[in-house]
C-alpha cells in the first residue's frame, strides 16, 4: 500500500525532473567558465545537444575524465535564438550550487534560491560601500553580470522604491518569481519592472514597447513620484522616465565636480534632472549654472529639483546642446567648467565611426565654451561601451585630442573616472565598463 502511494506521489501529482546536463569538453575555455565567465557562446557548445528551449536549466560539466570523474562548471539557463547559448546563473563554488544540485527542485525554486542568494549578498557588499548612507539612499543594487545576474540588472530608490530592469528572455519568462524575490528580500512595497526591447529581441524575445510596468500590490497607489537623495541632494524621481529614472552611475563623478567648482560657472550639457548642476551649486558653492537637455520633462525635473535643495542660481535650459553651444560660442558665453554627459552615441562598435564624428563635433563646441583667458575644465564623458573600451580606452582620449585642435585649445587629461562605485563589473566578462568620464585641463591662451 506504501508503495502504491509513493508512486502516486511520484508519478501523478507533478514533481521536479533532474535537469539536463551540457557536456563541455576538457580544455582551457571550459576552464575559464569554470573560473567564473558567465556567457557561453554556441560556438562553445558541443555539436550535438539535448532537446533544450529557451528559458530551460541546465547543468554544465565536463565530460568524465578516463576514470569517469567530472567537473562541475555550474548551472545555467539556455537560450535557443541568442548568441548566449547558455547563461551561467550559478557557478560550481556559488552559495547555492551544492544545494541545488544535490536535490530536485523545479526551474522556479531554482531561480528563486538563486535571486535571492544574490540579492542577499548585493546588499552585503553595498554595505561595504556605505550603501545606503545618511546622505544616498539610491544606488544599483544588481548589475547584471557584474553581480553575476546576466541580463537582469536593479536600482534602489529610497526605503521604498526599486526599479528592475530586464534585458534577456530568461529574466522575462521568470518575471513572476524575479518579483517576487525582489518584494520578500528588500521588503518594498514597489517594485517596478522595466525592459529593454532591443536587447530582449537580441535573445528571441519580442517586446514592441518598452515595459513601464509597475508591479504593486493592489491597493498601492501608483508611484508617480518620489524623493530620493544622493550626495545630500534631492531628486524628485519619476521611475517612469528614462532608463531606471535616475543615472546612479555618475555619483562618485557628479561628488568631483562639486569637489572643484567653488566659485566656479559651470555649463552643464546633458542635464538630465540636474544632477551635476545641483552638486556644484549646492554641495559645491558655484556661482552660476547652466544645465541643458533637450527633454521638456528632465528640464521640469531639473527645475523641479532646484527649488526642492533650495538652489536660486541653475539656470535650466530646453534645447539640444548642439544648437545650445552654436549660440554661446556665438555670444562669447565662458565657462570654467563644462560638462559633458551626452546619451549612447554608439551603441555598436559597427556604430562607432560615425558616433565619433559626432563626440569629435561636440567635444570641439565645450572646449571652445571654456574661459580663453585663464582655461578651465571640461568633464567629457561616453557611456558608449564601444567608445570606452575601444583600444583600452585610448580611442577616445585620441579623439578629445583632436577635438581640441580643431578647438583650437591646449588640453591635458587630469585623470579618468568609471561608473559609481556600486555599478560593479565582472572581471572576466571585460567590456561592460560602459563609462568613462576623462577630466581635461583646458589651458588659457
Ligand atoms: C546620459 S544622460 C545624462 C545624465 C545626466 N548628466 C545626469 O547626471 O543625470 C543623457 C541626456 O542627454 C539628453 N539628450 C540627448 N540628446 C540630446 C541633445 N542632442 N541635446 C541635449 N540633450 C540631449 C537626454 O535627454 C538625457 O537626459
Redesign the pocket.
Known sequence: MLKILLLLVLFILPHATPLTSLLLPRNSKTLSFRSGLQLIYRKSLPSTLPTLKTGDLVTIKTVPNADGNFDWVGLGVYNEDSMYAVRILEHWNGRVFKELVSAEFDDKEIISKIFTARLLSSITSKSHLNLPSPSTDSYRLLNGEGSSLSGFSLDVYGPNLAVAMSSAAYVEMYKDTILECCENILGHSNVIWKNTPTRLKQDGYNILEPTSEVDLPPSSPTPERTIIQENSILYTLNPSS?KTG??TD?REN?ALISSLSSGKRVL?L????G??SLNAAKNGGAVECVG????SD?IEGARENAVLNDVTNCEFVQ????GYMKKAIENGEEYDIV?L???KLAPTLKGLDRASRKYHALNRDALKLIDRKNGGLLLTCT?SSAMSTKDGGEFFLRMIQRASLSAGREVKLCGRSYSSWCHVTGLLEGGSNYLTAALIEVEGE
Open positions: 528614462q535616475f543615472y555618475q557628479r552643464d546633458c542635464c538630465y534632472v544632477g551635476f541643458v537637455d533637450s527633454s528632465a534645447s539640444s546642446i548642439e560638462i554627459d551626452p546619451p557611456c
